[in-house]
Structures are given as structure tokens and as C-alpha cells.
């Protein structure tokens, strides 16, 4: 085994135990300034130390079909009851659009039938939750990066913010809705997808039809579910909570590369 692996394997073991012990604390610290500073500061640690060792592009583990698990547990909301979703699914999401807005050149209005028409990729892949448990899954879906440069970023742009249909639970500012952000280094990585498909299916809805997050270096809460709208934006302290996602605003860490 090269150098390289061996590093390599020895950060993402390190920086998963030390996710794991900031994510166990969180429920004790981030009532204070200096507990929040504290996790900010070990995220900060974090995202620097990996993309500092780690090659940006390196792809995550692919694996093979026999690997694919047999029960794939979903998790988070796992069949919306909010009014709007129910009416698209009421028709087989045959009216859904994804919008593509916020600091963009072109803003886009897709039907699912446009995003299976777009660059695409397919991709085996093991989803780690925080929860402590992994299921491997086959996963086809549009590019991200292709569909932002179709829009255009503005110079400005950033983060890529991504909201969702589920109302999941009561949000920092009353929402409830799920929303999730990640910057354009994962935004443009090569298995960073608007997944579609699930094993060779439509996607289910408890896995996040119509169309689902997978960007595969991260953890499983970055991986957000049914998708209306992506936004690009400067930065997202004006949002909901301000953390860029809603597990964000209760305490967890922005950034969870794996």
C-alpha cells in the first residue's frame, strides 16, 4: 500500500473520531459563545487539513453491484406531507421543476425529464451516517457542475445553497423546511450529482424522489433530499439559522468530509 493511502487513511480515521467526539458534544456546548467557537473552530481544522492532503478531485470509494446493500435504511423525512410535494407526487412528479437561481447568469426552471437529458454519472457508493450505521447504494443523477455553468455563476457566488420540499421540524426561524449548502470546491467534484435513480429505479420516495443530493465525500446529513431549489449566494449567514444547513443551525458541523 503507496505513502498516500496510508496518510490518507489515517486523516479521514482521525478527523471521523474527532467528528464524532465534537458531534457527541454538541448537545452540552453550543448553548455558549465559546462552545460554538470551539466547534467552529475543529470544522475549520477540519476542511483545512483534508484539502490540504487530500487531492480535491480524489474520488470517494467506488464500489461493485454485488456490494450494494440489500436494506438501504432511509432516514430524515422519509414521505413529505407537506401540500405542495403531495400535489406533485399526487402526479408522478410529472409537473415538478427544478429551479436554479441566486447569483446566476441564466436562472433555469428543469423538468426531470431535462435533468436525465444532462451530463450524467453513476456511481456505487457507501452513505455514512452520523448516526453511526453505512449502506452502499447505486446512484444516477445529473452533474452539479455542469447544470452551475449552464447558469452561469456570478463572480460572487460562492456556496451553493439547496432547498428542500420536507418540512423536517421547526427551524430556527419557524420554517421547519430542510435546507443544506456546500461550496463550489464539492459543488464541481466529479461524484457530486442531482441523483434520480436508485439501483437502477426512479428514486423512492423515502430515499428523496424526485431528486436527492449525493456529494460523497461528505457525511449523510449534507446529502439533502427532495430538491425544489438550488441558489447560489455570497454566503448563507442570512439564512434560516445562519450555520447553512438545517442540522447546521442545531449544532452540527458545516463541513463533514469523510
Not at 483545512?48 to 454485488?66: G, W
Not at 456490494?67 to 438501504?72: A, G, K, R, Y
Amino acid at each position: 500500500m503507496s505513502p498516500f493511502v496510508n496518510r490518507r487513511g489515517w486523516l479521514q480515521a482521525g478527523l471521523a473520531s474527532a467528528g464524532a467526539l465534537v458531534l457527541g458534544a454538541c448537545d452540552r456546548i453550543t448553548n455558549s459563545k465559546q462552545g460554538v467557537a470551539v466547534l467552529q473552530s475543529a470544522e475549520g481544522l477540519t476542511r483545512r487539513a483534508q484539502r490540504l492532503i487530500l487531492d480535491r478531485k480524489a474520488l470517494a470509494r467506488e464500489f461493485a453491484p454485488a456490494d450494494i446493500s440489500t436494506d438501504f435504511k432511509p432516514n430524515g423525512s422519509i414521505d413529505p406531507t407537506d401540500a405542495d410535494y403531495l400535489a406533485l407526487k399526487a402526479k408522478g412528479f410529472a409537473d415538478y421543476r427544478l429551479v436554479v437561481d441566486g447569483l446566476v447568469e441564466r436562472p433555469l426552471s428543469l423538468s426531470l425529464a431535462d435533468l436525465r437529458a444532462a451530463p450524467s454519472r453513476t456511481q456505487i457508493t457507501r452513505h455514512d451516517c452520523v448516526e453511526g450505521w453505512s449502506s452502499i447504494g447505486k446512484w444516477t443523477g445529473a452533474r452539479l457542475g455542469p447544470l452551475l455553468d449552464r447558469a452561469g455563476l456570478k463572480p460572487n457566488a460562492r456556496y451553493i445553497v439547496f432547498h428542500c420540499a420536507d418540512t423536517l421540524g421547526e427551524a430556527t426561524d419557524g420554517s421547519g423546511k430542510y435546507y443544506e449548502s456546500i461550496d463550489l470546491i464539492d459543488a464541481y467534484h466529479p461524484q457530486t450529482i442531482l441523483a434520480y435513480a436508485m439501483n437502477d429505479q426512479a428514486l423512492p420516495v423515502p430515499h428523496g424522489a424526485p431528486l436527492r443530493l449525493r456529494v460523497e465525500r461528505q457525511l449523510g446529513y449534507k446529502q439533502a433530499k427532495y430538491i425544489m431549489r438550488i441558489e447560489a449566494v455570497a454566503d448563507y449567514s442570512h439564512l434560516n439559522g445562519g450555520a447553512g444547513g438545517f442540522w447546521e443551525d442545531r449544532g452540527y458541523e458545516w463541513y463533514a468530509g469523510i
